[in-house]
């Protein structure tokens, strides 16, 4: 934390066990942009981002396994950056990737082989 430079935006900072550092905001500096704001408007408070369009992928379930908390977590992390960079005028294309279709496909063509010998037309169907 002495390596950090100093800055009137952070208060302090604290070591919060392995691979978590806690950042205290300044109740100053956070006094003094919502002065700014409430004094200039809202819109003038975005920063203006040399980025004129990003991809944000999140939440990303395996669907071969059950859903958690984690898919919320990251669900709402990216949903958070989104809003963050459209309020910058970035435009925001929103992904949510769904993997691991194998093995449901998979359990789905030896299922059909095995009760109604349709697996081999199956498989050519998915080959052509």
Known sequence: ????PTSD?????SIAGPGFINV???TQ?????IQNMLT????TWAPRLSV???IVDFSSPNIAKEMHVGHLRSTIIGDTIARMLEYSKVDVLRR???GDWGTQF???????FEKFQMGRLLIRILEN
Request: hydrophobic share 50%; charged share 25%.
């Open 9 to 13: 935006m952070i208060e302090s900072c």
């Open 24 to 26: 205290k905001l300044s």
């Open 1 to 4: 934390m002495l390596n950090l």
């Open 40 to 43: 200039d408007g809202i819109d």
């Open 29 to 33: 500096w956070i006094a003094k942009r």
């Open 52 to 54: 004129k369009r990003a």
């Open 96 to 98: 949510n990737h769904v």
């Open 106 to 112: 998979g359990m789905l063509i030896e299922f059909l």
